[in-house]
């Protein structure tokens, strides 16, 4: 059955015939049709070696940029890693330095602060004396002369 339908649709589309001239053309324009694929073949192979010799050359300046600032890059590693090292030894002479600063601080307002206590009690003691001495002069002239007349007597 299958082959009937094939007949059918064969019969709905009778074959074509060609004479030779027409089968030459054909040959001809299918000839000229591949070499006309092969030539643009041929060109976009072209465009495509002419692209990848670019970016080979452009890889190429790439590599010597990249050789010549490496040197440059490697001193500025150096330069950098100095860098690191001289900062971290300010902050360490900067710690230290506020260290004997706050011990220098301390030790000054001890020093205020006990001097002003010596002073303090010093002065009490000095106008307790005094205010002894007022209420006995008697004392104070005994002792003068107690001292006059031991020198009197060597």
């Known amino acids: 059955m299958e082959d009937d339908e094939s007949m059918d649709m064969r019969s709905e589309f009778p074959p074509e015939t060609f004479d030779s001239t027409q089968i030459t053309t054909m040959a001809d324009n299918k000839k000229e049709f ?26 190429h300046l790439i590599n010597e940029q ?23 030894s300010g902050k360490r002479s900067l710690d230290d330095a506020e260290k004997y600063s706050n011990n220098y601080r301390k030790g000054f307002w001890g020093i205020v602060v006990g001097t002003t206590t010596v002073v303090v009690v010093g002065l009490g003691l000095l ?6 001495q007022k209420q006995t002069p008697i004392n104070n002239q005994n002792f003068t002369l107690e001292a006059a007349s031991d020198d009197e007597a060597n």
Do not use: C, M, P
Request: net charge negative; glycine share 6%; proline share 0%.
């Open 34 to 59: 591949n070499n006309l694929i092969a030539a643009e073949r041929n060109t976009e192979v072209k465009h495509l070696e002419e692209e990848l010799s670019y970016v080979g050359e452009t890889f």
């Open 66 to 88: 990249l050789k010549q600032q490496g040197g440059i890059l490697d001193f500025a590693d150096e330069n950098i890693e100095k860098a690191i090292e001289e900062t971290n």
């Open 127 to 132: 106008s307790s004396y005094l205010k002894s």
